[in-house]
């Protein structure tokens, strides 16, 4: 089991940026990133393989974001840019095995890190 804790949320302007940071208690596997808007079901935004040669987008966030990670520190990021209105959510790290795209395959939630974008 990995604890995980996520910084980095806050409030910004529609076509800003902001990075967010997740650092691991331990080694953790694979990791992605989900969000969870108000009223709706939590959702998947990018994973990063265990050794960060393959990652994978959600289509709302591709060629916006950008996920990475350092394993000599147990860190993991999301670099956002030109954000919207619509990626306004809680945002989530995980960890688990293999492909993380839904939510059933994460082993280890982070507490969340809220993200507001205004328009």
């Known amino acids: 089991q990995v604890h995980l804790v996520e910084s980095g949320g806050g409030l910004v302007q529609a076509g800003g940026s902001l990075r967010l940071s997740c650092v691991a208690s331990g080694r953790a596997n694979s990791m992605a990133w989900f969000r969870q808007a108000l009223g709706k079901e939590r959702e998947f935004v990018a994973w990063?393989?265990?050794?960060?040669?393959?990652?994978s987008y959600a289509n709302s966030v591709k060629g916006r974001f950008t996920i990475s990670r350092d394993n000599a520190k147990n860190t993991l990021d999301l670099q956002m840019n030109s954000l919207k209105p619509e990626d306004t959510a809680e945002y989530y790290c995980?960890?688990?095995?293999?492909?993380?795209?839904?939510?059933?395959?994460?082993?280890?939630w982070g507490q969340g890190t809220q993200v507001t974008v205004s328009s």
């Open positions: 995980a960890a688990g095995w293999g492909m993380i795209d839904t939510p059933d395959r994460v082993s280890d």
């Open positions: 990063i393989s265990s050794t960060g040669s393959s990652t």
